[in-house]
């Protein structure tokens, strides 16, 4: 399996630069800029109403009015319709889950469905199965036949997760998975990030728990009114009092 050490781990998959983004005739996102490289976890933090949740669905074209520089691994994300990012390898994860609810866990993760995938070197990304997504999420296990309708808050963020990743994408946009969840929910999400991490997939994690973002990601990018105001380190920030408070109120 691909490293996420090394000269894989400076490869960028995902270049942003001035991104803005509007809903109707109120500019949301100013001159965003972010990027994300190979076998990296980095997080897309901020307050309610920062524009992380924006930041996510402008990248795969959930917006209809949006600028700047979206570069995914030499595609132009500006160009392309969400199914086709999708198609290109980028994995989203919506804040609200979106399940199918008639249909069972099963059906959900069939329809996520997409090829094997290489890297530009040739090697294989990791190849996401039924067995091995519920080896990650044991709890989906015996919920297979059952309508996802009718699974837990938490249930359906695993069935979500699982969904995406049976696209086998390059990188995954998990918009704030630990909220309104169970603990040991957010424990398997951890483990999920971190095995990903582990076989070179990169995460977006738009995320407002500093403390789940610390376990996963090393490097953190800070919204404010739609504005990128810090831009490095996560084990820095969280040590700089005045920015944590000023920034995310802790």
Known sequence: MPSSSGTSAQQVLLRVAGLCAWYGEAQILHDVSLEVRRGEVVALMGRNGAGKSTTMRSLVGLVARRSGVLDFMGHDLLRLQPYQA?????????????????????????????????????????????ERLLDLFPL??????????LLSGGEQQMLSVARTLMGNPYLVLLDEPSEGVAPVVVEQMVEMIQ???????????????????????????????GCVRYDGSLSALRQDEEKLRSLLSI
Do not use: I, M
């Open 86 to 130: 999708a198609r290109c390898g980028l994995g989203y994860v919506p804040e609200d889950r979106r399940v199918f609810s008639e249909l069972t866990v099963l059906e959900n993760l069939d329809l996520g469905r997409q090829p094997v995938r290489v890297w530009p070197d040739g090697s294989e990304v990791p190849q996401w199965t039924v």
């Open 140 to 149: 989906l296990l015996p919920l297979l036949k059952r309508p996802a309708g």
């Open 195 to 225: 095995a990903l991490k582990a076989h070179g997939v990169s995460v977006l994690l738009s995320e407002q728990n500093l403390h789940f973002s610390a376990l996963v990601c090393e490097r953190a990018y800070v919204l404010e009114k």
